[in-house]
């Protein structure tokens, strides 16, 4: 067993409440490649359930999920949509949920595709509950880490679901959604838009996140040690998507000590851009496209200008030379689309929170021992449906 992990020794983990993160984190690479394995194993199930739906003109496609779990939606929607050249939405089942009326007021034929770590939030199986009473013709795409939680078993005997499992580790154990998120995004990929990764692009991948567990961590220390309050980060497109994950990670895993914010690359000159002060570190995710990475590279020159350095950092994958010397992004996923890069980039992400997290003397494992906040979403009543104004 490695001694090392994410830059820690593996006593100074356990020491700091952060051990089962860290092996959560670092076991993605190899998670990935078990999901690319059940997907070829249930290739013939997948496609005999999405190929009639995808072959409709009317589908109308519905990313859901709560916390995390929705912006694996945010990631994949603006993809998906392009693969399919159809309508794809993502809508939180938090939103879903509270305002059933407005998220399914058209009453299309829907693949609601539910992406869920346990399966046992309140909102996951409220949400596809309310699809089905409210809409004539709703199917059922569920992606979950727990074949035991609620929404797998709600699913699994039904004519219009299909369930699919990650493999049992990507159910985080800690705090963070970490492995279950990549995975997710990845299965996800895999099942509706395999045009966009092929089993040759997920070995990349997977080599790609090695070598950034092997290098972030020194990236990580770094950070971590100069205190920033405020954190942002930015990006384009699907990376808009990863850009907000990893502000909720940073969020989490301090329990709220530093204050992060998330925005698209374009979108921050308007308003956002208030918060960059001194203490404020700047993370910009910077796409594959070569037309879009334009005003991402636009907007980390903008901002370096006007902070201190070291400040603003970029990521990406676009080559050797617009990367700043100590970038640990992998160079190898050029052509890679940027819904698929975000699950080697959200460990960037990932490593960055954790470092922080101990550096502030926190816990990454259960940052929230009072309980004010819970792995599994607690307090959530589901009122009965109303009918519409």
Excluded at 89 to 96: C, G, H, I, M, Y
Excluded at 249 to 277: C, N, Q, Y
Aim: aromatic share 4%; glycine share 8%; with cysteine.
């Amino acid at each position: 067993m490695t001694e090392s992990l994410i830059g820690f020794t593996r006593a100074a983990l356990r020491a700091a409440g952060g051990l089962g993160t860290a092996e959560e984190i670092a076991q993605q690479p190899a998670l990935w490649r078990e999901v690319l394995a059940a997907t070829h194993l249930r290739r013939g199930q997948v496609r005999e359930f999405l190929d009639p739906l995808l072959a409709r003109p009317d589908l109308r496609i519905v990313l859901a999920g709560a916390g995390t779990s929705a912006f694996v939606g945010d990631v994949l929607a603006p993809a998906l949509a392009r693969s399919l050249r159809r309508r794809v939405d993502a809508v939180a089942t938090t939103d879903l949920v509270s305002n059933p009326h407005h998220y399914l007021a058209e009453d299309l034929p829907t693949l609601l595709v539910s992406f869920a770590r346990s399966g046992d939030s309140p909102e996951s199986t409220a949400a596809t509950g309310l699809a089905d009473a409210l809409l004539t013709e709703c199917h059922h795409l569920v992606l979950t880490c727990n074949d035991g939680g609620a929404l797998a078993k709600q699913h699994d005997d039904s004519p219009r679901s299909l369930v699919l499992v990650m493999p049992p580790a990507a159910n985080d154990t800690g705090f963070a959604m970490t492995s279950s998120f990549t995975c997710m995004t990845l299965s996800a990929l895999l099942a509706l838009a395999p045009d966009l990764v092929s089993g040759e692009d997920v070995e990349l991948l997977a080599a790609s996140a090695e070598q950034a567990l092997d290098a972030g961590p020194e990236l990580a220390r770094r950070l971590a040690a100069q205190r920033f309050q405020r954190v942002v980060y930015l990006g384009s497109g699907p990376l808009t998507g990863l850009a907000r994950e990893c502000a909720l990670k940073m969020l989490e895993l301090t329990a709220g000590r530093v204050a992060s914010w998330h925005d698209s690359s374009l979108g921050f000159r308007h308003g956002p851009k208030s918060l960059i002060d001194e203490s404020t570190l700047v993370l910009v995710f910077i796409s594959a496209d070569p037309y879009t990475s334009r005003y991402d590279w636009d907007i980390v020159h903008e901002l370096r200008a006007l902070t201190r350095p070291g400040s603003v950092i970029a990521l990406s994958s676009a080559g050797a030379s617009d990367h700043e010397e100590g970038d640990p992004t992998p160079h190898m996923l050029d052509g890679v689309d940027d819904a698929a890069r975000a699950v080697v980039l959200v460990v960037l992400g990932q490593l960055v929170a954790v470092h922080h997290s101990i550096a502030h003397g926190l816990t990454p494992d259960n940052p929230f021992p009072s309980g004010m906040v819970n792995r599994v979403v607690e307090g959530v009543t589901i009122h009965p449906l109303s009918p519409p104004d």
